[in-house]
């Protein structure tokens, strides 16, 4: 399929014609200048540029699943969300087991997976990205049937999703209170829970403050975000924190971010196809990708490879680059 969108001998797009939806969660939180709509119809020029076919979505969260089945129905051949990451996941809900791919405006927060993929963070950037994308399939998480695209919480780090998820949609001062009671609540805590880890080759007991389960592997290396080299190696990786205090957990995040995490002697760092996790209790609380979910126990990881068709940019000589910027600006 990626060849019915770009050539690499002659670095042309040999479909020009695509039936694009752009569909823009409006409370995503860097959207400033959508409702003036100066920037959506830059967003659409972007497209427009490259002979797509275009139509624009500028909705509420509780009108993305009904948006998305519509443009479905009307015969979309890519998707493209504008949002953060939760908005994000629940698109590619929608599309796993399709042949239309998911495109990312990256208009959160973080902005996770727009990161892996190497979409550019700067929405004009971005759209002028996508609309001359190729296709790739990535992997996808999953855990008792719920999907995540950049990984999987328990335990401690928890409790910011819990307090993001309490104050979203609140004026800045609140949302701000709010994400600093549950850091103070992380740094203080000391909450262990006693689980079982089953991956296939060994069987372990372990006392964990927090555990992130990723899909793939984070690079080693200097970032304030983790970075991955890949989606698409078919790997789980779990990195599990026996860390005494949210303290000790927060000093090992910065050892990260340095590129320092594997020699951490408690972080207990697991690669697998499957993991099972268990603990004496009915169900926990779990952050799919910043997402808090309830999930019953055990929990059943997996991971399911290339599953996921999605838009990533291709590199463009300074060239090419320019005429894609000039054909822009002419069409505004």
Partial sequence: MA???WNRRTRNSVQ???KFHVVVNKRAGTVLDWESGSLQQEILAAFRAHG?????????PDDLVPTIDRALAQ?????????????????AIKLMGTDVPLGILPLGTLNRLARDLKIPLEVHAAAAA????????????????RIF????LLGLTVIYSQYRQAVRGRPFIERMRGYSTAVIEILKSRRRMDVDIDHGQSRMRVRVLSMAVSNNRYLENASLMLQKETLSDGVLAAYISQHPSGWALARAIVRAMLGRFRSDPNIVHIEA?????SARRSRLRVSNDGELDIVE???RYKIRPRALKVLVPVTESPADAQRSNDAVLARS
């Fill in 3 to 5: 060849g019915q969108w």
């Fill in 16 to 18: 020009p014609v695509m």
């Fill in 52 to 60: 797509h076919e275009v139509t624009l979505h500028l909705i509420s």
């Fill in 75 to 91: 015969g979309c051949q890519a998707l493209i969300i504008g949002g953060g990451d939760g908005t994000v996941r629940t698109g």
């Fill in 130 to 145: 996508l609309a001359n994308a190729r296709v790739e399939a990535i992997d996808v998480g999953e855990v008792n049937g």
């Fill in 149 to 152: 695209l950049n990984n999987s």
């Fill in 273 to 277: 196809h499957e993991i099972d996790v």
């Fill in 297 to 299: 126990m055990p929990l």
